[in-house]
């Protein structure tokens, strides 16, 4: 015999929830809060897969192919995608370093809007580096709108 008495009264009082804002198009300086290896071993691939935060909390995350026995050019631009980063985050590239090396990092991202198959999504395109603050931490870029006049 079920316990559920049906929805209509339902006790919701102590359910806790967390609203994920995904981080919208443009630069943003983020922190990578995950960083694991995602295998599939019946299509033979593994992505390093990133999650990424802002300071408001608005997320996002970014897969990028490591291996794919069927697409060497995947594998390659995936290889390249990695290269770029490690040497952003301060690695020499040489050689890839275990996921915890990610966690934690500062790094910035641009993100860009995509269709595919009549469905947009926002993907990271490429990381750059933070800018470097006088005090030796990372400036954000200003989002505040400028208040000087143009003089023509």
Same mark, same amino acid.
């Given at each position: 015999?079920?316990?559920?008495?049906?929805?209509?009264?339902?006790?919701?009082?102590?359910?806790?929830?967390?609203?994920?804002?995904?981080?919208?198009?443009?630069?943003?300086?983020?922190?990578?809060?995950?960083?694991?290896?995602?295998?599939?071993?019946?299509?033979?691939?593994?992505?390093?897969?990133?999650?990424?935060?802002? $300071?408001?909390?608005?997320?996002?995350?970014?897969?990028?192919?490591? #291996? +794919?026995?069927?697409? !060497?050019? %995947?594998?390659?631009? =995936?290889?390249?995608?990695?290269?770029?980063?490690?040497?952003?985050?301060?690695?020499?590239?040489?050689?890839?370093?275990?996921?915890?090396?990610?966690?934690?990092?500062?790094?910035?991202?641009?993100?860009?809007? $995509?269709?595919?198959?009549?469905?947009?999504?926002?993907?990271?395109? #490429? +990381?750059?580096?933070? !800018?470097? %603050?006088?005090?030796? =931490?990372?400036?954000?870029?200003?989002?505040?709108?400028?208040?000087?006049?143009?003089?023509?």
């Amino acid at each position: 015999m079920s316990k559920f008495q049906g929805l209509e009264g339902m006790d919701l009082s102590g359910v806790e929830i967390s609203r994920n804002k995904m981080l919208p198009v443009g630069r943003h300086i983020v922190k990578i809060t995950d960083a694991k290896v995602e295998r599939d071993d019946k299509k033979d691939t593994a992505q390093l897969v990133l999650s990424y935060a802002g $300071e408001d909390g608005a997320t996002i995350r970014q897969w990028i192919w490591v #291996y +794919h026995s069927k697409s !060497p050019e %995947a594998t390659e631009i =995936g290889k390249k995608q990695l290269k770029e980063l490690l040497l952003i985050l301060g690695n020499d590239g040489s050689e890839a370093p275990s996921v915890s090396f990610f966690q934690g990092k500062t790094v910035g991202i641009f993100i860009k809007s $995509e269709v595919y198959l009549d469905k947009t999504t926002l993907k990271v395109s #490429y +990381h750059f580096e933070p !800018p470097v %603050a006088k005090d030796g =931490g990372t400036d954000a870029p200003s989002t505040a709108p400028l208040d000087d006049e143009i003089p023509f």
